[in-house]
């Protein structure tokens, strides 16, 4: 089975910190992506990345960064957190395109 | 870009009905619609996927049918059961957006009453 692990489950930080969010995956797949996930808005993407050292803006990627420096690896920086950036953030990889995504558990972050 | 929208945002129903969720797609070169449940706690994972030269899957007591000409597509689950509690997103993507990148409705938060 995939295993997407994000390596936190709650994270509470305070406004102006450099946050770092990270997510491995287990599968050797070329894609890989972060989310973020809030009440009636669905699952809006922030990044994603299709190769290492790739990455490409997603619909909401102001106030956040990613680097992917090894395949498995992909990681999403608040460069300087802030309330609204409190949200649930769901890291998720696949293979192909037109594959499923698998979808990590989730980091549960608060910006206080 | 593509926009999902999906209805309705809360369902209720009794164990053994059936279950409709509704999603509009606005970009007419989505291709593939793929469903996400989402149990608490947990990560959203596949349930049913379509692409676009299909009108109509199946699986089980689940289907998704595709109606490509007024953009919209529904996901159907029939015989309800507890364990179907939960959140359901819709998606759609297009051949043109690199990646797999996916656009995502609202959810549905389904809740089926024993």
């Known amino acids: 089975d995939v295993k997407v692990t994000q390596s936190s489950r709650y994270l509470v930080k305070r406004t102006g910190e450099k946050v770092f969010l990270e997510c491995v995956q287990d599968m050797d797949h070329e894609n890989m992506f972060w989310y973020r996930q809030d009440p009636g808005l669905g699952l809006r993407l922030i990044y994603f990345?299709?190769?290492?050292?790739?990455?490409e803006k997603g619909d909401i990627p102001e106030g956040y960064s990613v680097s992917r420096e090894k395949k498995e690896r992909f990681s999403l920086i608040l460069e300087s957190a802030s309330t609204n950036q409190t949200s649930m953030y769901l890291c998720a990889s696949s293979p192909l395109v037109y594959s499923p995504l698998h979808f990590g558990n989730g980091t549960r972050l608060t910006v206080t | 870009g593509e926009n999902v929208e999906q209805h309705p945002s809360t369902l209720s129903v009794q164990e053994g009905d059936s279950a409709v969720i509704k999603c509009t797609y606005s970009d007419s070169a989505s291709n593939y619609f793929p469903w996400y449940k989402q149990e608490l706690g947990k990560g959203p994972q596949l349930i049913i996927d379509i692409r676009s030269n299909v009108g109509e899957k199946k699986d089980q007591r689940i289907a998704v049918t595709l109606n490509k000409t007024a953009k919209h597509f529904s996901l159907h689950i029939t015989e309800t059961q507890p364990e179907d509690s939960a959140v359901y997103f819709c998606?759609?993507?297009?051949?043109?957006?690199?990646?797999?990148?996916?656009?995502f409705g609202g959810g549905t938060r389904v809740l089926v009453k024993p």
């Open positions: 990345s299709y190769d290492v050292k790739m990455k």
């Open positions: 998606a759609a993507s297009s051949a043109k957006a690199a990646g797999n990148k996916l656009t």
